[in-house]
Every structure is written in structure tokens, then in C-alpha cells.
């Protein structure tokens, strides 16, 4: 093919070989290695502020100043916030997904648009949509305030669960949807009691990387959600979140308020961990289930 | 009763369908209806290209942030591309299957991470080291800067970059790779002659994704980045991105005429840059799958 390929130079080869593989070897190290400092620096900072009073107590004389209190209300609004927003979002994307395979043909046309207007959605970035719920916001009358927060988050959360929805509602079998439909099911109920259950864990899967997702971002409930010191008692009022939490409490001067900040992004990062291992369990358990 | 249901469900399923396509229009429209207002005032190039930010006064000139967001987008490219272009070829064809099942999760991981994190990071760690070594390269550095932003985005699209060249990767025929190797290539001889030149566009679509990526990052780059509104000059200057303009202005948006209206235009000029890079690697994408299929 080319002069490379003659043995004529083995020991360069050979050699050249060795460096690239020490390369790409020391690139996977750099990739494990920044995940390891992260998730290290964070829990070193973040475990000593980590306290009983910390997650129990809402902050005292005000967030960026006060010294006592702990992070209660970012704990609380994250919640409710990540949870109402994951709710909305699959009573979107679950009838979306399964009428783009079970109703629609699979290649069909509308299919085809949906996908990729899915994927058009999992390129907006947060702060787009952000600005968009703000608008959005505005536009109904609403001030800052969990329900808007958790609309906008809802949007935000819509294509990445669709996504993921859609890749393990492909994979089930056309022949099952066929043997129901024999049996004389209509495609509802083939679409509620076969699709649905022949593919739950994949479809809790996609709800939690999705609530992984919703709870972590910052940047769509800046304008959306508020921030607070209370806990939120309905709908309309603002709620406090931990990454917001991390975000304003990091850059004051008093170590006491930086200790919540810290306690507050070891916490989301204890929860972002334990959703994906609960996510990456069930797809275990769900690949088993297939073979 | 039940063909009843059935009938009414698809109905229902149909409208909620096309429910996503909807919401792209609606936030071009949104941000496009919101910006007008300051598009009325002064022509879109002149906002675009215009160097002086002062909304008091009614100046809105996005040019430094628009260098801002090149500036710490392209120090991560630089340094995300090789590394993560390397770590996808030695996962796909040097390590064994237990190493690839190992780091697998650990990526994933990295996705998943909240930006806010990596911004906590970032200030704890990357910001004092680039103060650090800033003197070196004859500088002097807060450590608040282009350099520092643009490595913690690096490490926010190495997991991009990574997933979808494994995927192009993984779709080339294994033949090819058996008759280059029986035509005694290295392995690597393989991978340069064979594996990236099949694969080179779904490389650059991965690289455009990663880019697209890099643009729209707001938190943690906000917060290590410095946000000084000033063209910078060089990587150990701070910068002010476009979305952390966008972020960081909210609370006083209302307050000054026009802001508002300056804000959601930038948000709506950071959406279509994103969306054409996106739009455009999906479409490369499709191309290359539909060949290997």
C-alpha cells in the first residue's frame, strides 16, 4: 500500500509503534485520572463540611452571609424540583417514544423528524434554555418559582430521556408486537403491557440518567427557580437548589459559607454517583433479562 | 370501548409527537421576538462586531464575548482533541475487553458530572495552578482565565468526543483491519492507514459535536474564567463568554432598557452557531452510518 508497509525499516516501525501506543495508553490515564481528582477534590472539601446540622438546618441571617444553618433548602428545592421536572418530562417522552415505534413505522417519516429534532434539543445548551423557560416564564405571568424551574428543567430533561428511551424501545422484538396484535390486543395495550413492561428497566434507566441530569444543571433555573433561604411550600414560590447553592455560596469570604457550598457539591456528586450506579444496575440486570 | 381508547390514545400521542419539533421553533422564535427590540435599535453587525459594553449608556457590543467564547472553545479543542482521539483508539483497538468494560462507567461518569462540579474544581485546582505557572511563560495570571476555562471545558468534552469516535470507529468492517494487518502493518500502521482515514469524517463530526459542546458550557466556565469584559490576548488574560453574559447578567437585565432585549439576543446568536455545528454533525453522521449499515 505504502513505503511504510515495506519491512524495510522494521525497527522504526517498531518503534513508532511503542510511542503511539504510550501515548494513547497515557490518554485513557488522563481521562481516569481527571475523573479521579474531581470526584476526590470534591469529597475531601466537601466530607468535612458534611454535618449533621448541615443537611437538617436551612441557612440562618441570609445565604451569602449568614455563618450558621446548613444547606437544608437547597436539599429540599433540588427535590422537589429534579422530581417534578422528571415527572412532566416523562409523561412527554414516554407517549412521544412509544408512538414513534409502536404507532408510527419505525422508519417512517415523522419518526425520522422526531429523532432528530431530539437530537436538535440535546444540543440546545442549558443556558438556552434558560433564557427560553425565562420567556417562557414571563409570558404565562409567573414569577421565579418552582414551577417554573421545573418546567424549564422538564424541557431540558425531555430529549436526553427520549433518547434514551427510544434506543432500548427499538431494540424490542417485532415479532412480539405481532404476536399481541394476533392475540387480538389493539396497539394500545400492545404499546402499555408489552412494549412497556418487556422494556421497564431501560425505561427507569432513562429516567434516572435523566433526573441525573435535571438535578445537576445550574444554568436553566439561574433566571427560572429563584433562590431562597426558605423551603418552598407550593408551587409558586422560588426554590433554592444545590448547584445554585454551590454557585452563590462559593464566592463569599467567609469560610462558614464556603463549608456550605463545599457540603453542597459533595452531596450532588454523592447523588449524581448513586443514580448512575442505580442506572447502570438495572441495565445489567436488563441485558441479562434479554439473553 | 377498547378500539375507542386505542383510537383516542394515538390521537393524543400523535399531537404530543409533534411536541419536540415544536419546541425548537419555539425558542427560536422566543429568543428571536425577545431580541427584536434591540435589533429595531441598532443592525445586527454592528452589535456583533462592536467592542464597547456599556448598557448603561445603551452600548451593546458582543465582540469581546464573542472572542471570549472562540478564545476558551479553542484551548479546549486543542487540548481535548488528541487526548480524547487517542484514549478512543486505544479503547477500541488495544485494550482488552475487561480494561474497556472497566472505563466504560468511569466516562459515563464524566458525562454525568454537573457542570456547577467541575466549576467547584476547577477553582479549587486548575485555577491556582495556572496562577502557578503563568510566571513561567513570562506572564503574570490570577489564574482566573482563558487557560483555566478552557482546560476544565476540555475535560467537560473529552466524554463527547470520546463516545461517538468509538462509535464511528466500532463500525468499521473488521476486514479491512484483518488485511492491512495481513499485509504485515503494525497495528498502529493500521489504525493511521486504515481505521482513521474510514473514519475520518465521523471523527470530525465527533470533534464538531464536542465543539458545539464546548460553546454553549456556561457554569463552570463562568466560574473560572474571570469575566472581564475585554477582548483577551492572551490565554493567562481573563475572558467573558457569551453564556456567561448571559448567566451572570440576569438579575440586573430588568432594571436598564434594552438589556433584556441584548441578553436574549445573545442567547438566541449562541443557539443557531450551536445548532448549525450540531445540525451538521448529526448529518455527517447519518451519512457515515448509513454506509456502514
Not at chain 1, 434514551?164 to 392475540?183: H, T
Not at chain 2, 485494550?95 to 466516562?107: D, T
Not at chain 2, 489564574?143 to 476555562?149: C, E, H, K, R, V
Request: aromatic share 10%; charged share 15%; hydrophobic share 55%.
Amino acid at each position: 500500500m505504502r513505503q511504510s508497509l515495506a519491512p524495510r525499516n522494521l525497527r522504526r516501525r517498531k518503534i513508532e509503534e511503542n510511542f503511539f501506543r504510550v501515548l494513547m495508553a497515557g490518554s485513557v490515564l488522563i481521562v481516569i485520572a481527571c475523573l479521579g481528582l474531581i470526584v476526590g477534590t470534591i469529597i475531601w472539601k466537601g466530607l468535612p463540611a458534611l454535618s449533621l446540622s448541615m443537611i437538617t438546618q436551612t441557612p440562618k441571617g441570609g445565604y451569602y452571609l449568614g455563618r450558621e444553618g446548613g444547606i437544608l433548602n437547597a436539599i429540599v428545592g433540588s427535590l422537589y424540583l429534579a422530581s417534578g421536572a422528571t415527572l412532566l418530562a416523562v409523561l412527554f417522552s414516554l407517549p412521544i417514544v412509544l408512538f414513534i415505534n409502536v404507532y408510527a413505522r419505525k422508519t417512517s417519516r415523522l419518526a425520522t423528524w422526531t429523532r432528530f429534532s431530539f437530537d436538535v434539543l440535546w444540543g440546545v445548551p442549558s443556558i438556552v434554555y434558560g433564557a427560553f423557560g425565562f420567556i417562557l416564564m414571563v409570558f404565562m405571568g409567573l414569577r421565579a418559582s418552582l414551577l417554573a424551574g421545573i418546567i424549564t428543567v422538564a424541557l431540558l430533561e425531555l430529549p436526553i430521556m427520549s433518547r434514551a428511551m427510544d434506543e432500548v424501545i427499538r431494540l424490542v422484538p417485532p415479532e412480539l408486537l405481532e404476536a399481541s396484535y394476533s392475540l387480538g390486543a389493539t396497539k394500545l395495550e400492545t404499546a402499555l403491557k408489552v412494549v412497556v413492561r418487556q422494556s421497564l428497566p431501560g425505561i427507569l434507566t432513562a429516567i434516572l440518567i435523566a433526573f441525573g441530569r435535571g438535578i445537576g444543571d445550574a444554568a436553566s433555573v439561574l433566571f427560572t427557580a429563584g433562590f431562597t433561604d426558605r423551603l418552598p411550600t407550593s408551587l409558586f414560590q422560588p426554590a433554592a437548589t444545590l448547584p445554585l447553592a454551590i454557585f452563590f455560596q462559593l464566592g463569599t469570604p467567609f469560610p462558614e459559607v464556603q463549608a456550605r457550598a463545599y457540603a453542597s457539591a459533595a452531596l450532588l456528586t454523592a447523588i449524581i454517583l448513586l443514580v448512575s450506579l442505580l442506572a447502570r444496575g438495572l441495565i445489567k440486570k436488563y441485558t441479562k433479562h434479554l439473553t | 370501548m377498547r378500539l375507542l381508547k386505542d383510537a383516542l390514545a394515538s390521537k393524543v400521542m400523535l399531537v404530543l409527537t409533534f411536541f419536540p419539533g415544536l419546541v425548537v421553533f419555539l425558542i427560536i422564535i422566543g429568543l428571536y421576538l425577545r431580541g427584536r427590540p434591540i435589533l429595531a435599535e441598532k443592525p445586527l453587525f454592528s452589535l456583533l462586531f462592536s467592542s464597547s459594553w456599556a448598557p448603561g449608556r445603551g452600548d451593546f457590543g458582543f465582540f469581546p464575548f464573542i472572542m471570549g467564547t472562540l478564545w476558551v472553545t479553542a484551548v479546549a479543542l486543542i487540548v481535548a482533541v488528541p487526548i480524547s482521539l487517542l484514549a478512543s483508539i486505544y479503547l477500541s483497538e488495544y485494550a482488552p475487553r475487561a480494561v474497556q468494560e472497566f472505563i466504560r462507567p468511569m466516562i459515563d461518569l464524566l458525562a454525568g458530572l454537573p457542570s456547577v462540579i467541575y466549576g467547584v474544581w476547577g477553582v479549587l485546582l486548575i485555577v491556582p495552578l495556572v496562577a502557578r505557572i503563568a510566571p513561567f511563560f513570562g506572564g503574570t495570571s490570577s489564574g482566573y482565565s482563558i487557560l483555566a476555562g478552557g482546560l476544565v471545558l476540555a475535560i467537560m468534552i473529552f466524554p463527547t468526543i470520546i463516545y461517538v469516535s468509538l462509535e464511528v470507529i466500532s463500525s468499521i468492517p473488521y476486514e479491512l483491519r484483518e488485511a492491512s494487518l495481513s499485509l504485515g502493518a503494525t497495528k498502529w500502521e493500521t489504525v493511521k492507514h486504515v481505521v482513521l482515514k474510514k473514519g475520518l469524517q465521523g471523527i470530525i463530526a465527533a470533534i464538531v459535536l464536542g465543539l458545539s459542546r464546548a460553546l454553549g458550557e456556561t457554569m463552570a466556565v463562568l466560574m473560572v474564567v474571570g469575566n472581564i469584559p475585554k477582548v483577551p490576548q492572551s490565554v493567562f488574560d481573563g475572558g467573558y463568554p457569551l453564556p456567561a453574559l448571559i448567566a451572570n447578567n440576569y438579575g440586573e437585565m430588568m432594571s436598564v432598557p434594552l438589556y433584556d432585549s441584548a441578553l436574549m439576543l445573545a442567547a438566541g446568536v449562541l443557539l443557531v452557531i450551536v445548532l448549525v455545528f450540531n445540525v451538521l454533525a448529526r448529518i455527517i453522521l447519518v451519512r457515515v452510518e448509513r454506509r456502514a449499515g
